[in-house]
């Protein structure tokens, strides 16, 4: 079993150096980083080939398989990703501002990184490499604890991080994998108070409510998505279909992807036969209550249990409103604080929906899918917080950083 205070003990020591890492040093080995994965595509691909032979013993159902597998294109889009870390602006050793006070002290807010990072994941192998790469910007040691399902393709995306590590004379225990996916270890990881300064868990709603239960390292709480798309009575048709339709099926694996639709009940009746449509072209299967049922010809009753879960496959619950309030009042209870929209042509009702809804995300007239830190310019992100401390959204370089306070004196004692 591994003796995770070792690596925690390694973690804390390469903290050192990586604190006297210029950003040109650092985004030179991101550069680098990049290219390796690019030149080593086939040893990921075996490793993760490995996986997906595996994947139907670890009861992955076909839709999270898209999850894992990786390709040629992705891995040049995790390429992509780190390299785009490395064009964005380095946050350490910013001083965001400074000023005088009453007592002659000049005093300063400057970023800092937190330490030691731990992250516990599942499925996505590109979590890694996003992962790896912004804490290696901000200065911060990273250990990394993917799920069994996707193991070999972690295992072989940190060796070859390590290896341009030791290659540019950076220690390797900047960047460690955890090579026992046991849930004995993970817990273990999860009480590391005296190495990790903080934990971030990344998956399921099973993984995340786990490490807020168990954990003793502060944690910051990526989300799941139950998102939903309500569709106001001044929407426009066709785009609230084009919306519902890339929102739920062209991944609906991941958690940006949407769960639930309300309509408004003025326009129930030319909308739904319509979305039923066109969603039946992608086999999603529909659960929807009694006003909507009236409308579709294919849908089952949905339950209570329907309006809180996150199917993360084909399948779509919909619920027929009588009004925007009703609408947000349904988001506001049911919902994970991912990612909300909104489809209308009324000014005032986008911005009530924009004010009123609870979520990290709430967009007017476009997709869910966007909620991602690549897409927001972030280069990549280490997860989407759902939480309203120190972060919330798509979590970039910034968010993975602390302050201190620096305050200059001429001799100033206080009386």
Known sequence: MTDIRILGQQAKASCQQLALLSTQEKNQVLLKMAEAL??????????????????????????????????????????????QVASLPDPI???????????GLTIGRKRVPLGVIGIIYESRPNVTTDAASLCFKTGNAVILRGGKEAFHSNQALVEILQTVLKENQITPFSIQFVDDPSREVAN???????YLDVLIPRGGAGLIQSVKN??????????TGNNHVYIDKDAQLEMACNIVINAKVQRPSVCNAIETILVHKDIAQSFLPLIEKQLQEHKVELRADQKALAYLSTATLASEED?????????LAIKVV???????????????????????????????FLNEVDAAAVYVNASTRFTDGFVFGFGAEIGISTQKLHARGPMGLP????????????GQVRK
């Open 93 to 103: 050793g910013e001083v965001e501002k400074m000023w005088v006070n009453a007592d």
């Open 307 to 315: 309006w809180y879960t996150e199917y993360l496959d084909y399948i």
């Open 188 to 194: 273990q990881m999860m009480r590391l108070n005296e």
């Open 214 to 223: 168990n954990a003793t390292v502060p944690v910051i709480e990526t989300g």
């Open 399 to 410: 968010e993975l950083t602390s302050i201190k306070y620096i305050i200059y004196g001429e």
């Open 322 to 352: 009588d009004s925007l309030q009703e609408a947000i009042e349904h988001i506001n209870k049911y919902n994970t604080k991912h990612s909300e929209a909104i489809v209308t042509d009324n000014y005032f009702s986008s911005q009530k």
């Open 38 to 83: 690019k030149v080593n595509t086939d040893k990921i691909l075996q490793a993760n080939a490995l996986d997906l032979s595996q994947a139907d013993e670890h009861g992955i159902k076909e839709t999270m398989k898209d999850r894992l597998k990786l390709t040629k294109e992705r891995i040049i889009e995790m390429a992509n990703g780190i390299v």
